[in-house]
């Protein structure tokens, strides 16, 4: 049989064969794209990066409009519901934090941690002795007062913290100007990916450092979910000062299952391909595209295991499932900073978010 007219044979070229196991027994054969690191790139920011940028603008603004309309007690809930979306879409967006959210430091804006309730509680008394209808303050008078005093943790502290006063003469202002803070940032960090849409195509010397920045920050997602959100917490108990994400507002769960999905969603084989060019190319998938098919499967079962065990997680579940969900991290996280990243011939660095 001549192979060379055999109607498959003709599809090679770009492209390799592989089967995706799917949920059901049957494996079909489906063609993958040789994916181009930019081609990865690309597609990560239209159909992850982009959306996910939307979506915390959107949720920041829908937390200034509700903190807007009073912060007093009878208000708190509305503006607790509200905040707990625009975390949660923030820590969907950062959970990966590349691009604008490193060139611009985001997370320093948004999510200083731990925030400093001495600092929070000083600009609230400035505000107070300011006049008899405090004005919130601006965005270079927050920038004096200092990123420990600001974003999401301050916010948090001030809407569910019995420590927090509850002047709402001047605690509303300094509420609705963090929140202002958080739209400027929210819509700066869309505003640069959207640019990035219509920039030139970078060169290869620009391609390797993305592509080798995002997988470094892939391995960092990892780690900061097993180390600093899940082990190190549950090692020190009520020492250490940070404790849980979120304990404050009771939103621990949230905040863990919000970091997990974004890495997941990068991470695994999507149950259905999509067609070359109009979907997101996941980790895998371009570990596929490549020909490393046994590589993608295992990928694929680590964060399976992974998703098991970070189902439905909270703090207070017993130490040893908390312990197990560390264990599958920890699996996850040396698959991909050893037989990952040395497929896709990128370097693994140290980050703050290495553990012990």
């Not at 505003?191 to 030139?200: F, G, N, P, R, Y």
């Not at 404050?248 to 391909?273: F, H, K, N, Y």
């Amino acid at each position: 049989m001549n192979l060379s007219r055999h109607p498959l044979f003709l599809l090679l070229p770009g492209l390799v064969l592989l089967a995706v196991s799917l949920r059901s027994n049957a494996a079909p054969v489906v063609a993958v794209p040789y994916y181009h690191t930019v081609d990865l790139l690309q597609m990560q920011r239209r159909h992850l990066h982009l959306p996910a940028a939307r979506q915390f603008r959107e949720q920041a603004d829908a937390l200034r409009t509700t903190l807007a309309q009073g912060c007093t007690d009878r208000a708190r809930a509305p503006a607790r519901l509200a905040w707990t979306g625009t975390m949660a879409a923030w820590t969907r967006l950062s959970a990966v934090s590349t691009g604008p959210l490193l060139l611009r430091r985001s997370t320093r804006a948004i999510d200083f941690q731990p925030t400093r309730p001495r600092l929070i509680e000083q600009a609230i008394d400035t505000l107070r002795t300011s006049g008899t209808t405090p004005t919130p303050p601006d965005a270079a008078q927050l920038e004096r007062i200092g990123s420990p005093a600001k974003g999401l943790p301050a916010l948090e502290w001030l809407l569910w913290s019995p420590a927090a006063p509850r002047d709402a003469v001047a605690v509303c202002p300094y509420a609705v100007a963090l929140a202002d803070d958080l739209v400027r940032e929210a819509t700066a960090v869309e505003a640069a990916w959207q640019a990035e849409e219509t920039a030139d195509e970078p060169d290869e010397a620009q391609q390797t450092a993305a592509f080798s920045e995002l997988v470094n920050q892939w391995v960092g997602a990892v780690e900061a979910l097993r180390w600093a959100d899940i082990e190190r917490p549950l090692r020190a108990g009520r020492d250490d000062k940070l404790g849980w994400p979120r304990q404050t507002s009771g939103q621990t769960a949230l905040a863990w299952r919000s970091r997990w999905e974004a890495i997941r969603t990068l991470t695994r084989t999507p149950d259905l391909v999509p067609q070359e060019g109009a979907g997101l190319v996941t980790m895998a998938l371009y570990l596929r595209g490549h020909g490393h098919l046994r590589l993608a499967d295992t990928l694929d079962a680590a964060t399976r295991q992974a998703d098991a065990a970070l189902k439905n997680l909270r703090p207070q579940d017993p130490p040893a499932r908390l312990q197990a969900a560390s264990r599958a991290l920890t699996r996850l996280r040396t698959l991909i900073e050893t037989d990952v990243a040395g497929a896709a011939k990128v370097s693994i660095g140290f980050s703050d978010a290495d553990g012990d």
